[in-house]
């Protein structure tokens, strides 16, 4: 008996080494494979965008909850064994020769560094169709952020995220997850239109997920993102003053208050037209009944 339990013991650590040696070369060589992106050149769009928009971009669409108003960075999240996650201080990557123009985009657009390798975490998905004039605003903007000098220090990821990663339960290479061919980006005209509405609200893919059935948890303990299609599980009886109050301050039409994984305080500074079309566009949706937990 006590040998069999000896040899369990022996055979179960064997499988458990073997999952984490695994999920370790899987993500060893995700992290040093490399992307060429070939988009058109944007520096001649850079040099003729408004920074102002840049700058609105900037805070409504996730830069600033992650990066900072400032774009300094911080420590986000801090999970021991599975993954520290640090925005980095863009005030000094701007400043950096490596980081041209069309890097920069192809870093928010792609989810790639200069040198080809993809960049943790950071939510590529939610902006790979950003027009070209809006994400040289963006880039325009970040390059008026005032130096602020620190380090928050680098994102790691430790052996229990090198497993969530491989079973496909932590998304460490978004670059892995978007379309890279090369192209022009023109977004619809800015109308509370179903169009431009599907356009805005790419960035709540990350969260909701690209049929908008919400139902991932994004941090141990926090609430699901919501299921945002017209289904009796998601809003199907909302309409929009219900929405547009919502995103304006973070209450629910039944009074009840949004959890903080919910980041309403950026969209409350969208624009009338910007939320009227995502309202627009999450009703034209096929309603679904949301995902299973
Ligand atoms: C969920 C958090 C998150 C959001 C939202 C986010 N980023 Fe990032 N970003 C990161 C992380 C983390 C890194 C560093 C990744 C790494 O080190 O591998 C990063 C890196 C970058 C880089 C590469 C340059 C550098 O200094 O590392 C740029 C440029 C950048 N982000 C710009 C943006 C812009 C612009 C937006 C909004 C359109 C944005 N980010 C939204 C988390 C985020
Ligand atoms: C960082 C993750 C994240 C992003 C990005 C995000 N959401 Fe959410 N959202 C959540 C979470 C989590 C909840 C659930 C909050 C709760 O239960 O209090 C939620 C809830 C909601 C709700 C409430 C629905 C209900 O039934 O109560 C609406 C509406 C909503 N989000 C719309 C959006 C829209 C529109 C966007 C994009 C412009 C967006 N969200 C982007 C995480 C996110």
Same mark, same amino acid.
């Given at each position: 008996m006590a040998?069999w339990?000896?040899?369990?013991v022996i055979?179960?650590?064997a499988i458990v080494a073997?999952?984490?040696?695994t999920a370790w070369a899987l993500?060893?060589?995700a992290?040093s494979?490399?992307w060429h992106? =070939?988009?058109p050149?944007?520096?001649d769009?850079?040099?003729s965008?408004?920074p102002?928009?840049g700058?609105?971009l900037?805070?409504t669409? %996730?830069? /600033?909850?992650?990066? !900072?108003a400032?774009?300094a960075g911080?420590?986000?999240v801090?999970a021991?064994?599975v @993954?520290r996650?640090?925005p980095?201080?863009?005030?000094?990557s701007?400043? &950096?020769?490596?980081w041209?123009d069309?890097?920069?985009?192809?870093?928010i657009?792609?989810?790639v +560094?200069?040198?080809?390798?993809?960049l943790?975490i950071?939510?590529? !998905? &939610?902006?790979?169709?950003l027009?070209? #004039?809006?994400?040289?605003?963006? @880039?325009a903007?970040?390059?008026?952020l005032?130096?602020v000098?620190?380090d928050?220090?680098?994102?790691? @990821?430790?052996?229990?995220?090198r497993v969530l990663?491989m079973? %496909?339960?932590?998304?460490?290479?978004? *670059?892995e997850?978007? &379309?890279?061919?090369?192209?022009e980006?023109t977004a619809?005209? /800015?109308?509370?239109s @179903?169009?431009?509405g599907?356009?805005?609200a790419q960035?709540?893919?990350g969260c909701? %997920?690209?049929?908008?059935a %919400?139902g991932f948890v994004l941090?141990?303990?926090t609430?699901?993102?919501?299921?945002?299609?017209?289904h009796?599980n998601?809003? *199907?009886t909302?309409n929009?003053a219900d929405?547009?109050?919502l995103? +304006?301050?973070? =209450?629910r039409p039944?009074g009840?208050h949004?959890?903080?994984?919910?980041?309403w305080k950026s969209?409350? #500074?969208?624009? &009338?037209v910007?939320? +009227?079309a995502?309202?627009?566009?999450?009703?034209?949706?096929p309603?679904s009944? !949301?995902?299973? #937990?």
């Amino acid at each position: 008996m006590a040998k069999w339990l000896g040899w369990s013991v022996i055979v179960l650590a064997a499988i458990v080494a073997g999952v984490f040696a695994t999920a370790w070369a899987l993500s060893e060589r995700a992290f040093s494979r490399t992307w060429h992106v =070939q988009d058109p050149p944007l520096a001649d769009t850079v040099a003729s965008a408004s920074p102002e928009r840049g700058r609105h971009l900037f805070a409504t669409r %996730g830069c /600033a909850d992650c990066h !900072g108003a400032d774009g300094a960075g911080k420590l986000l999240v801090d999970a021991p064994g599975v @993954v520290r996650i640090v925005p980095s201080n863009l005030t000094r990557s701007v400043r &950096d020769p490596a980081w041209t123009d069309d890097r920069l985009a192809a870093a928010i657009r792609h989810g790639v +560094r200069p040198d080809g390798t993809p960049l943790m975490i950071m939510p590529t !998905g &939610d902006y790979t169709d950003l027009d070209d #004039q809006d994400v040289a605003a963006i @880039v325009a903007f970040m390059r008026t952020l005032p130096v602020v000098d620190t380090d928050p220090g680098r994102t790691q @990821v430790h052996p229990f995220g090198r497993v969530l990663y491989m079973f %496909g339960k932590l998304p460490l290479v978004p *670059a892995e997850r978007v &379309d890279h061919t090369p192209r022009e980006r023109t977004a619809p005209p /800015a109308t509370a239109s @179903v169009a431009y509405g599907k356009y805005v609200a790419q960035v709540c893919t990350g969260c909701h %997920g690209s049929d908008f059935a %919400g139902g991932f948890v994004l941090e141990p303990g926090t609430p699901p993102s919501a299921n945002l299609t017209p289904h009796a599980n998601g809003l *199907a009886t909302w309409n929009e003053a219900d929405f547009l109050r919502l995103m +304006r301050t973070g =209450q629910r039409p039944d009074g009840r208050h949004l959890h903080r994984m919910m980041p309403w305080k950026s969209y409350s #500074q969208m624009q &009338d037209v910007e939320l +009227r079309a995502v309202w627009a566009y999450l009703d034209s949706l096929p309603p679904s009944p !949301g995902r299973k #937990q």
